[in-house]
């Protein structure tokens, strides 16, 4: 059976459902999605305006100072990798400073005698104390 409302004709089951619908919300969840696909869209258009401005900072890092190239002067102790193939030297300097725990020298030479003086001229420190502090390993 239907029922007639003007010219447009719904049926019966119709006025339950609308009422089950008005006891759902859905005057509520309705236009959720709707409001949901409007904040992406707004979202996106904002982020990709926002990341393709160009960036031009005032405050730029400047100095007129050279870095400080310096060891620090608590050595822990020295390994020297000698790679006689290649003709270098890998030397793998230990620290006990917290910035700088562990610095890497690459010598062109096998000879242990240049290896230390090598580093000794590095670290500014004398030939004797890398002689302590330094262990070799040959890598064939």
Request: proline content about 6%; aromatic content about 10%.
């Amino acid at each position: 059976m239907l029922w007639f409302t003007g010219s447009i004709q719904i049926p019966m089951a119709a006025p339950r459902f609308l009422k089950l619908m008005h006891r759902a919300g859905w005057e509520f969840w309705l236009p959720l999605p709707l409001i949901a696909v409007l904040f992406w869209v707004a979202g996106h258009c904002m982020t990709t305006q926002v990341l393709n401005r160009p960036y031009d900072s005032v405050n730029k890092l400047e100095t007129d100072r050279p870095l400080n190239s310096e060891m620090p002067k608590t050595i822990l102790g020295m390994n020297a990798d000698i790679d006689r193939r290649r003709g270098a030297t890998v030397v793998f300097v230990k620290t006990a400073d917290s910035s700088l725990k562990k610095v890497k020298y690459t010598f062109t030479t096998t000879q242990t005698t240049e290896i230390e003086s090598a580093i000794a001229q590095e670290l500014k420190l004398p030939v004797g104390t890398i002689r302590k502090l330094i262990s070799y390993r040959l890598i064939n």
